[in-house]
């Protein structure tokens, strides 16, 4: 039981390190990743590797191309817009069916967030905005019991951002600095109805932010 143990939290490290050889820029999209020489450079056999490799083929960040090697997947537009339309989804119905669950303590801390994401981007300074933006939809989203969905979603806004960017859209991130206003203060008002409209229809629509996502995705 101790070796499988030992194996399984290796191959979580190796998942983390090259989640982050991607979130640097080491590892970018299109490129082929040598199993060989990773394995070498970590002083590891190939076992963890691949089994690390094969999470990350599910979560859709990299393809077992056979006998090939593997590949780093590039990001398409349908791929972001697959990711928009299931987090909407999942966002949405969690807060329709956990708002009984939300206390005045989730709404001061997303308040609190949401002010601070406003002025990291006025001062230009996003190196912690998506983090911050993770930690603003993990308050809501933490109220649930379903493991599942939680576990599903993050991967995917993960997907999303996978990659070092330069071109993050000050108005792009205001507007979405307002959404979350919007969504607040229906929160406030008792309404999650609305609340869950707002994630869906407005702040997760590829259709309603596609203008902004084909700038942001270089398309």
């Not at 090697?69 to 329709?96: F, H, P, R, T, W």
Request: net charge positive.
């Amino acid at each position: 039981m101790e070796e499988q143990l030992n194996i399984i939290s290796l191959r979580e490290q190796v998942y983390s390190y090259l989640r982050k050889q991607m979130s640097i820029g080491a590892l970018l999209p299109g490129t082929t990743i040598n199993i060989g020489k990773i394995a070498k450079q970590l002083g590891i056999s190939k076992t963890p590797l691949r089994d690390a490799l094969i999470h990350l083929e599910i979560e859709g960040f990299v393809t077992i191309l056979p006998r090939r090697g593997v590949q780093v997947n590039s990001l398409e537009l349908i791929d972001v817009k697959n990711a928009y339309d299931s987090i909407g989804m999942v966002e949405a119905s969690i807060v329709m069916d956990c708002f009984e669950k939300l206390k005045p303590s989730h709404i001061l801390k997303l308040e609190k967030l949401n002010k601070i994401m406003i002025s990291d981007i006025k001062n230009d300074d996003f190196h912690r905005l998506f983090h911050t933006n993770l930690e603003f939809h993990d308050v809501y989203l933490s109220v649930s019991d379903n493991q599942l969905l939680k576990k599903f979603i993050l991967p995917i806004k993960q997907r999303l951002y996978d990659f070092p960017r330069q071109n993050y859209l000050k108005e792009w991130e205001l507007r979405n600095c307002a959404e979350h206003h919007d969504f607040i203060t229906l929160l406030k008002e008792n309404n999650p109805k609305k609340a869950a409209k707002v994630l869906k229809n407005v702040h997760w629509s590829y259709e309603f932010q596609e203008n902004f996502i084909k700038i942001f995705y270089n398309a």
